[in-house]
């Protein structure tokens, strides 16, 4: 399964660690990612890939919820081939 | 990592209300026909509740997992006066009862096809049918009907148009906003996903996936970036930023009906605006340059809208159908609310916009005054237009019963709130009072 995570928030220390602590506790590689301040606003983007054996796409998500929840961040992820669909001809 | 599509993308769903307007299931009823109606209704039940029993956990499920949102699942039947037809039934509200008690079970937001099509002339389920339609209405809550009068290869019933005139102010003589749940259409289209005007036609498969898309904000923003620059820029970003609406509409599509093992049948390429603010299409008509929709120039860039998503639609998707096109439902756009209450925009101009873009007078609250030869002459007005122009066209009009110019009636909701607009008080009484059928058109004759 590969999906892509955004996150959106104040600038603070540490989103780079929570996000990809929390990926790495449910064994989720990050292939690719990419980061930028727009106006204060720290904007991250990441592929990630796993196993649908081992983590269902819902489990992901409820995962992504707590941590935008406790962080206070705003945190999307979807599954890529959305984006590939209305991007790519 | 390509950032850019990605952050574009994420803005069209989250900042300007880009979405899944509705996947409708098509469900054909030919099978249910019996000549006893008690054991159609139950094959009927069955039929629908069995065929559609996932349609409303996939849709969520596609929402979840892509976050795109799918705002409508709704269901579209062959119309019922067909199907009752064989039984011996006087009165059909019991069909629609059950279409209502199937639509709840699912939990789907609307189920069409308590319609009939007349166009040429009633057999003996389509004068049942129409005259149940007020009770219908009255007694359901997601029942959509719809009747379809006039068409480019048949002409108009006008027998038809009459009647419907009286059935809409029998309907609004109860409750005006239940007139919201009917469209008289001519030229309807067999696979049209939209409501109240959904029914699944004769000529489709047993059942059928059909999207139809939105997305007014995301032409508005894209409008914005070519301010001043010629009207060409104007269309090329239209049919650039359709395209990529389109896209969705068809993944969408493709991902629902894999996961419900039904055929997919098509993308309506429609324009449909809800009354949240960024939603409207007038908004896109403005952007393009008008102080106000109404002021004249409003047909030509509606003209250019409607033609402009066509193009930018059909590259991107395997199937066309439906509408598609730019809907103009007053009450469900917040712009045409705020026009009509301004006194820019009226009946008469907004006829003329319905003979560029899909659909017709939609949404459209009256004054309760209003006789029903008037509404007949609005009806066979659109029929007319639908009939040369060889579109379709439908009139959705709300007698706004002990109201009138300057009132507003409300729909909650999608649906909004409609301004009570003034109709001419000439009367069109004899014309209607003739009866009959206006024949064929020249240029139907193409074979």
């Given at each position: 399964m590969k999906a892509i995570i955004t996150v959106v928030g104040q600038d603070q220390v540490g989103i780079v660690a929570r996000v990809a602590n929390e990926l790495a506790k449910l064994n989720v590689n990050i292939v690719d990612m990419s980061q930028t301040l727009m106006d204060h606003n720290f904007t991250m983007m990441l592929s990630g890939e796993w196993d649908d054996q081992q983590l269902s796409f819902a489990d992901a998500k409820t995962?992504?919820?707590?941590?935008?929840?406790?962080?206070?961040?705003?945190?999307?992820?979807?599954?890529?081939?959305?984006?590939d669909a209305i991007q790519k001809l | 990592m390509e950032s850019r599509p990605i952050l574009e993308t994420i803005q069209m769903i989250a900042e300007e209300n880009l979405d899944i307007r509705t996947i409708t299931m098509g469900i054909s009823l030919f099978d249910c026909i019996d000549s006893d109606g008690e054991r159609a209704r139950q094959k009927i039940y069955d039929k629908i509740t069995h065929s559609a029993r996932d349609l409303v956990k996939v849709a969520d499920?596609?929402?979840?997992?892509?976050?795109?949102?799918?705002?409508?699942?709704?269901?579209?039947?062959?119309?019922i006066a067909l199907i009752a037809a064989a039984s011996g039934d006087t009165n059909y509200v019991a069909y629609a009862l059950t279409m209502e008690k199937a639509a709840r079970e699912l939990g789907v937001d609307l189920i069409g096809g308590f319609s009939a099509l007349v166009q040429k002339g009633y057999q003996t389920g389509d004068r049942k049918l129409i005259?149940?339609?007020?009770?219908?209405?009255?007694?359901?809550?997601?029942?959509?009907?719809?009747?379809?009068?006039?068409?480019?290869?048949?002409?108009?019933?006008?027998?038809?148009?009459g009647e419907m005139g009286r059935i809409i102010k029998q309907i609004a003589a109860d409750d005006p906003v239940n007139c919201m749940s009917l469209v008289v259409f001519a030229n309807a289209v067999d696979d049209n996903p939209f409501m109240a005007g959904a029914f699944h036609g004769v000529g489709e498969a047993d059942r059928v996936i059909n999207v139809g898309i939105s997305g007014p904000g995301v032409v508005k923003r894209a409008?914005?970036?070519?301010?001043?620059?010629?009207?060409?820029?104007?269309?090329?970003?239209?049919?650039?930023t359709a395209f990529k609406v389109t896209r969705m509409g068809q993944f969408v599509g493709t991902i629902a009906a894999q996961r419900l093992k039904v055929p997919f049948g098509i993308v309506d390429l429609s324009l449909a605006p809800t009354p949240n603010e960024g939603?409207?299409?007038?908004?896109?008509?403005?952007?393009?340059?008008?102080?106000?929709?109404?002021?004249?120039?409003?047909?030509?860039?509606?003209?250019?809208?409607?033609?402009?998503?066509?193009?930018?639609?059909?590259?991107?998707?395997?199937h066309v159908g439906g509408l598609s096109g730019a809907f103009i439902p007053v009450s469900e756009d917040a712009e045409m609310i705020r026009a009509v209450s301004a006194g820019r925009l009226n009946v008469?101009?907004?006829?003329?916009?319905t003979a560029v873009c899909s659909v017709g007078l939609d949404m459209i609250a009256v004054p309760g005054k209003t006789s029903a030869e008037s509404i007949s002459g609005m009806i066979a007005d659109e029929a007319a237009i639908g009939m040369i122009n060889n579109k379709t066209t439908a009139v959705r009009v709300i007698p706004a019963t002990g109201q009138d110019v300057g009132d507003e009636v409300e729909f909650g909701g999608l649906f909004g709130r409609a301004p009570v607009m003034r109709v001419n008080a000439a009367q069109p009484q004899a014309f209607i009072h003739r009866g009959g059928h206006i024949p064929a058109p020249i240029h139907s004759f193409k074979n």
């Open positions: 995962a992504m919820e707590r941590l935008e929840t406790a962080s206070g961040l705003t945190i999307r992820i979807q599954r890529q081939a959305v984006f | 499920q596609i929402q979840a997992e892509y976050g795109i949102p799918i705002i409508n699942k709704r269901i579209a039947v062959t119309p005259a149940s339609i007020p009770q219908a209405l009255a007694e359901t809550s997601r029942v959509c009907s719809s009747v379809n009068v006039g068409s480019t290869r048949a002409g108009i019933n006008l027998d038809a148009v409008l914005e970036e070519v301010r001043g620059r010629s009207i060409d820029v104007v269309s090329e970003q239209i049919k650039k939603d409207s299409v007038a908004e896109i008509l403005e952007e393009i340059g008008l102080e106000s929709v109404g002021a004249p120039g409003t047909t030509a860039a509606l003209a250019l809208l409607n033609d402009a998503v066509k193009k930018g639609g059909v590259m991107a998707c395997e008469e101009k907004l006829e003329a916009m």
